[in-house]
């Protein structure tokens, strides 16, 4: 099955539940930015943008991804200057990079511009001991993901 929205579009892999919506950019009344979240756990209906609310419902085999877009005219800022969703390795994940700790949690974050479009990757692993496993999902289902172009 594939799920489209706000110029994106993802497969949805066997043991995922996936989300897109459009959302108002903060300053052009008439822009949508996208969102999507992706996990392995059912999402619940009141989470934060980052996967506040999720990440505690994961096990240690389970991801959580959240794929956020800027505003258009971030697109040219520094921050975003690696082109092309990222390729997603274990070695990218730390507990470190949570927002705040949770259980045995591992994050990763990455900034990159596609087709003139600024996004942010935030992706939890609800084990970092097993983030081999979890890099691997989060990358399989990154790699069914396509951006249109503005």
Not at 53 to 77: I, M, Q, R, S, T
């Amino acid at each position: 099955m594939r799920l489209t929205g706000a110029g994106l579009a993802v497969d949805l892999p066997p043991g995922w539940e996936v989300r897109v919506r459009g959302q108002q950019a903060s300053g052009r009344a008439a822009t949508r930015n996208a969102l999507l979240h992706a996990a392995t756990v059912p999402l619940p209906a009141d989470r934060g943008d980052f996967g506040s609310g999720v990440w505690e419902l994961l096990g240690p085999d389970d991801a959580f991804v959240a794929l956020l877009e800027y505003d258009e005219e971030d697109a040219d800022a520094v921050l975003f200057a690696a082109a092309g969703l990222p390729a997603v390795r274990p070695s990218d994940f730390s507990p470190a990079a949570m927002q705040r700790t949770v259980g045995a949690c591992s994050g990763g974050q990455w900034f990159f511009r596609l087709h003139g479009r600024a996004f942010c990757l935030y992706a939890v692993l609800g084990s970092h001991s097993r983030r081999a496993a979890g890099a691997a999902r989060v990358a399989a289902l990154l790699r069914t993901v396509a951006v249109e172009a503005r």
